[in-house]
Antibody, heavy 123, light 107 residues
Framework: QVQLVQSGAEVKKPGASVKVSCKAS????????INWVRQATGQGLEWMGW????????GYAQKFQGRVTMTRNTSISTAYMELSSLRSEDTAVYYC????????????????WGQGTLVTVSS | EIVLTQSPDFQSVTPKEKVTITCRAS??????LHWYQQKPDQSPKLLIK???QSFSGVPARFSGSGSGTDFTLTINSLEAEDAATYYC?????????FGGGTKVEIK
């Protein structure tokens, strides 16, 4: 069965960086995109960007451009999301989620999600 | 960016009642609209993809309809386990966006 298992909770100081991992199993890692979505406590879902594990190509939401980097290690079927220059507003649960490749006209649904990683930014 | 507006924000419903949640897109997205269920302290789970296609293993009481800009998620004969927040999500164009969510409470 498809599983995305994320790394554990993190506490960071303002200005620091955090790197969250997402290990995939139950499918061919390089055949699906990995998206990252975050959710502040009691709030809705916010899409951060995507990565194609096969090519390494990425696309980031404008809000996070310059602060987020999505990478992967195909030998261990693991995707990573690093967010820098953290501020208190970045306190949230971060999810990785699988989706099929986008076509020229649109993208498919996000189908499976990781369990989430709580990142707390506090001085 | 495509904005998705869900209504209502909150709904309190008795078991076996029918629930209807709507999602309106700020521009036409064809059928690239998907629905998720999120229970407290859990990650979202896909219920309906492409407006009306049920995802594997989802109970038949969940159904979706719509196209273009107006979409509906229907839960027929609500069960206690359906207490959750429901989100719509569009994948028609990047950035992907989500609706604000509809919280369904069981009376």
């Amino acid at each position: 069965q498809v599983q995305l298992v994320q790394s554990g909770a993190e506490v960071k100081k303002p200005g620091a960086s955090v790197k969250v991992s997402c290990k995939a199993s139950g499918y061919t890692f390089t055949s699906y995109d990995i998206n990252w979505v975050r959710q502040a406590t009691g709030q809705g879902l916010e899409w951060m960007g995507w990565m194609n594990p096969n090519s390494g190509n990425t696309g980031y939401a404008q809000k996070f451009q310059g602060r987020v980097t999505m990478t992967r290690n195909t030998s261990i079927s693991t995707a990573y999301m690093e967010l820098s220059s953290l501020r208190s507003e970045d306190t949230a649960v971060y999810y990785c989620a699988r989706a099929g490749y986008c076509s020229l006209s649109s993208c498919p649904e996000v189908d499976y999600w990781g369990q989430g990683t709580l990142v707390t930014v506090s001085s | 960016e495509i904005v998705l507006t869900q209504s209502p924000d909150f709904q309190s419903v008795t078991p076996k009642e029918k629930v209807t949640i709507t999602c309106r897109a700020s521009q036409s997205i064809g059928s690239s609209l998907h629905w998720y269920q999120q229970k407290p302290d859990q990650s979202p789970k896909l219920l309906i993809k492409y407006a009306s296609q049920s995802f594997s293993g989802v109970p038949a009481r969940f159904s979706g309809s719509g196209s273009g800009t107006d979409f509906t998620l229907t839960i027929n004969s609500l069960e206690a386990e359906d207490a959750a927040t429901y989100y719509c999500h569009q994948s028609s164009s990047l950035p992907r966006t989500f609706g604000g969510g509809t919280k369904v409470e069981i009376k």
